[in-house]
């Protein structure tokens, strides 16, 4: 598992079995959703997401849902100034649609990519 926490915010990602587990955790709000995912895209996931952080350049690292990607994802949106701004929308489909947006300073990213890099 790869949690990202910074203060009352967290995100926590799991891949196992072509299946990822987003979990988002705030304060006021939680969601949790499964979807199927290739492992080469997860694979292409978490090293868009590292070049972000390694490289500090503008641009996104995102995990979607295949069939419908604007109703359930998850993006990772660098800023090029070291920080990062976390979005999407969880959608369990029966009763909750979770949208949320958080800005993360970079320096919260090491451990947590340390620990996507692991799930591949």
């Known amino acids: 598992m790869a949690v990202l926490t910074a203060e009352a915010f967290s995100v926590e990602i799991t891949f196992k079995n072509d299946i990822v587990c987003i979990a ?6 939680s969601g949790r959703i499964s979807l199927n995912y290739q492992k080469q895209d997860f694979a292409s996931f ?8 390694q490289s500090l350049h503008k641009g996104t690292a995102s995990l ?5 990607p604007e109703e359930n994802f998850i993006a ?10 976390v979005n999407g929308i969880l959608n369990n489909w029966e009763n909750w649609t979770l ?12 451990n947590f990519i340390r ?6």
Request: net charge negative; aromatic share 20%; charged share 30%.
């Open 46 to 53: 978490v090293s868009e997401l590292t070049e972000l952080f």
């Open 99 to 110: 949208k949320f947006s958080k800005t993360i300073d970079q320096s919260y990213f090491k």
């Open 64 to 68: 979607e849902e295949y069939y419908e």
């Open 24 to 29: 988002v955790i705030d304060d006021a709000y």
């Open 76 to 85: 990772f949106e660098s800023d090029g100034m070291g920080h990062f701004n």
């Open 115 to 120: 620990q996507l890099q692991s799930e591949i």
